[in-house]
């Protein structure tokens, strides 16, 4: 690393390290970006062949929660981001004592747990689904009395992709409560929301306080784990231009130095509720590799080393499909990717991991479009064909 002070407003210069805590495929796509800007990479995972070891030039092979590793990222980095939540924030900010942490580690204690992020949004006059703090068996049975179900159990942290909760469609003695017991030191439970449908809103905002949000991409889950995103999302302006601007109110309440990504439900009412933050780039905003004038990637790149935001201006419709490791499954283990690659305006991502289970995160299709539909056909098309 130079020796550059953690207050200091210059730009990094090219050649300056940027540690990434967390080695996933946000982690490799975060470091394709750098690296295509002339910047190094370091990356702390306890994998020392995860995606984005793969192509970072230094690899701190440790836990997530180890203090001293990451102070070693710290020491060989000019500034450092993680690239999930369930990084242990303690170490985070171990790093941020020696170089500068962006986003904060209050804005990951934040993110990492439901209650406090619903807190954190309710003080900022954001919208969520009403909810209440479960912290024991008779907080839910008043819960279920004081919220019109039905209703989702979450856990408070180390939930993702639809891990850690629970649909309760009528009143129980206590059965979700018992499912999710012990997994987290508190639960929230929340009105299930029947939504038109979902989307988010990826907001970038530097170190001045200027933001720029990406276009607002329609998704579609299936099983609470991201299936497809569909942009610019199949909603009326006025209501995309209400999630951009929730998306810039969250960044600003939060103080995040780098990119948030911005989960809502836009409701049979047309009323926008956030459901969930996560400080970082986001699946959902893949599409902007080819979507967009910058990536999400990119742009994240651009803020750390304290250099203008780019544009994030779309020039056609984009859409993404995750490619699951179910399609391995479909394709016994050998995806066609001549035959995906074969529809027009497809990009195939990989990234890099070695075994394909069920659910896992292996890759996506971008396809972009002369329209919204040609584009998701295309890209429908592209995985079903990868699947043989
Ligand atoms: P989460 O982990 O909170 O992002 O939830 C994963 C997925 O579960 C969401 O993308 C929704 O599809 C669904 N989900 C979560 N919370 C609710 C809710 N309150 N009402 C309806 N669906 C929900």
Aim: one cysteine or more.
């Amino acid at each position: 690393m130079t020796d550059i002070p953690l207050d200091s407003t210059s730009p990094l210069e090219p050649g300056s390290t940027i540690g990434i805590i967390g080695g996933g495929q946000l982690g490799r796509m975060t470091a394709i970006a750098a690296r295509q800007m002339g910047y190094r990479v370091a990356v702390l995972d306890p994998d020392p062949d995860s995606p984005c070891a793969q192509v970072a030039d230094h690899v701190v092979e440790a836990a997530y929660d180890d203090r001293d590793a990451a102070r070693e990222l710290a020491r060989i980095s000019d500034v450092i981001t993680y690239e999930f939540e369930n990084v242990d924030p303690d170490a985070a900010e171990a790093a941020g004592e020696i170089t500068r942490l962006w986003p904060s580690g209050s804005v990951l204690r934040t993110t990492q747990n439901r209650v406090l992020e619903k807190e954190a949004l309710k003080r900022a006059g954001l919208p969520t689904a009403d909810y209440v703090k479960i912290e024991s068996l008779d907080d839910y049975l008043a819960g279920l009395e004081s919220l019109t179900g039905p209703w989702v159990l979450k856990t408070a942290t180390s939930g993702y992709d639809g891990k850690g909760q629970v649909v309760v469609n009528e009143a129980d003695d206590g059965a979700a409560f018992r499912e999710l017991e012990g997994k987290s030191p508190a639960m929230v439970l929340e009105r299930f929301v029947r939504f038109k449908l979902e989307m988010s809103a990826i907001c970038a905002r530097d170190a001045d306080g200027h933001t720029l949000t990406f276009p607002v991409s329609e998704n579609d889950h299936v099983d609470g784990i991201l299936d497809t995103s569909i942009v610019p999302a199949r909603i009326e302006p006025h209501v995309a231009e209400k999630a951009s601007e929730l998306a810039i109110s969250v960044a600003e309440a939060l103080d995040v130095r780098g990119v948030i990504a911005v989960e809502m439900f836009l409701t049979q009412d047309d009323e926008i509720l956030i459901n969930e933050l996560a400080p970082r780039p986001h699946n959902s905003g893949h599409y902007t590799i080819e979507g967009c004038n910058t990536s999400q990637f990119q742009q994240l790149v651009r803020v750390l080393c304290r250099l203008p935001m780019g544009s994030v201006e779309m020039s056609k419709p984009t859409v993404m499909v995750n490619l699951l490791g179910d399609v391995w499954e479909a394709a016994d283990g050998k995806p066609d990717w001549a035959d995906a690659l074969s529809v027009p305006g497809t990009n195939l991502h990989l990234y890099g991991k070695a075994e394909a289970r069920k659910g896992r995160k292996m890759g996506h299709i971008t396809t972009v479009g002369d329209t919204v539909d040609v584009a998701l056909h295309r890209a429908q098309l592209s995985r079903q064909k990868a699947k043989g």
